[in-house]
């Protein structure tokens, strides 16, 4: 890869503390992290989310930090599968090509296929795994464009209040910052929607979360309208 980067001692120890606390939790534990409508959240997409939170952490993060990160992913890899399944109901495909794309921005960061697999397998990937994961995520974020997203927009009224409540903070005139404002509230209204259409999901969802994340046992069966199809890029 062309841009490498050394971590310092003290974050190679959170991280090797991450490792045996998930790691072993899964050696203890074997099968899936949680299952929604019957899908598995397998447990190694779990692990990896946790070592990208944790170095965005400012300090290394002990057990007990650790084990709230685990929480957080797990529910974070819950709400791309309750909205990849609707998006699926809905009939929401991705071309290949749109696919393609998307897989080959990120292997243009390394230098070779070997080193793009190798970067995949220290996360538990294969090319066709994270190619799947690629097109999961897009076909969320096209029902989210689709549906929740598509009438959202800021006005200039929205954004003229916002600088003027903030006037204090803000050291720029209003004409060199609208954009910026603009695209804030717009995420904000984005990350809020999403939120809620998440929640509806969620509540008319099978979610089991299995050991060590929750002793849940499923409670509902899965109806027709629930069941996710199945979906492989074109």
């Known amino acids: 890869m062309r841009s490498r980067s050394t971590f310092p001692v003290a974050v190679m120890v959170g ?10 939790a899964a050696e203890a534990n074997l099968g899936p992290a949680a299952l929604v409508n019957g899908v598995a959240i397998e447990r190694p997409a779990v692990q990896e989310l946790v070592k990208g939170l944790a170095r965005a952490e400012p300090s290394p993060p002990d057990t007990a930090r650790i084990e709230a990160l685990s929480r957080a992913a797990l529910e974070s890899l819950i709400d791309l599968e309750l909205l990849y399944q609707e998006a ?13 794309r998307e897989v080959d921005s990120v292997r243009r960061h390394f230098d070779s296929d070997r080193e793009f697999e190798a970067a995949l397998a220290s996360r538990g990937l294969t090319p ?3 190619r799947l994961d690629t097109l999961r995520t897009l076909t969320a974020n096209r029902l989210l464009e689709r549906t929740v997203w598509r009438d959202l927009s800021v006005s200039s009224e929205e954004v003229e209040a916002f600088y003027d409540a903030n006037r204090a903070e803000l050291s720029q005139p209003l004409d060199e910052i609208h954009g910026s404002i603009a695209r804030m509230l ?27 994340y929750g002793s849940d046992l499923p409670k509902q069966k899965q109806s027709a ?4 199809t199945p979906t492989s890029p074109e």
């Open 88 to 100: 699926v109901r809905q009939g929401i495909k991705i071309p290949a090509s749109e696919v393609d």
């Open 225 to 228: 309208e629930q069941a996710p």
């Open 15 to 24: 991280l090797t503390a991450i490792c045996h606390a998930t790691c072993a």
């Open 128 to 130: 066709a795994s994270h």
């Open 186 to 212: 717009l995420d904000e209204k984005k990350s809020k929607t999403r939120a809620e259409l998440v929640d509806r999901l969620r509540k008319k969802a099978s979610i089991a979360r299995l050991p060590p």
